[in-house]
């Protein structure tokens, strides 16, 4: 079954300085990844599909797909995860998220709406769009 992990996307302030950062690592990396301290225990269900969805400025905004769950030893000997995503940054529908610390899973039915890509001219642009939601629900 599918699962879903939701982080905090910290020193971001729009979806462009996640952008930077992932360009960063790829100059010496195949794809981008983060590291963690907690490894995931339910790592096959989040490679079943799932994605990581991050959340910038207090809202879900963006998506990458899982491609790997590696667990690794840090620095000082403990356990560590490296999560590798696939590099495309997939628009969802901005949602509200209070600040938490480290990752969250996610149900796939909890989970934030793509956004197709297929909006007009008269749409209302994202930035708009996110602080009106941020405005109703806080």
């Not at 930035?127 to 941020?134: G, I, T, V, Y």
Request: glycine residues 6%; hydrophobic residues 40%.
């Amino acid at each position: 079954m599918t699962l879903h992990m939701v982080k905090l996307c910290v020193g971001a302030n729009e979806i462009n300085d996640l952008k930077v950062w992932q360009n960063s690592l790829l100059a010496h990396s195949e794809r981008p990844y983060h590291r963690t301290r907690m490894v995931p225990k339910r790592a096959g269900e989040l490679l079943d599909g799932g994605s990581i969805y991050w959340v910038i400025r207090g809202l879900v905004q963006v998506r990458q797909s899982i491609c790997d769950v590696k667990e690794l030893t840090d620095r000082t000997g403990r356990r560590a995860c490296e999560l590798i995503f696939d590099p495309k940054l997939i628009m969802v529908e901005p949602t509200p998220k209070r600040a938490f610390q480290g990752w969250r899973y996610l149900k796939p039915a909890d989970a934030p709406v793509d956004l197709d890509g297929t909006q007009t001219s008269g749409a209302i642009p994202m930035a708009l769009r996110s602080e009106l939601k941020q405005a109703l629900v806080w």
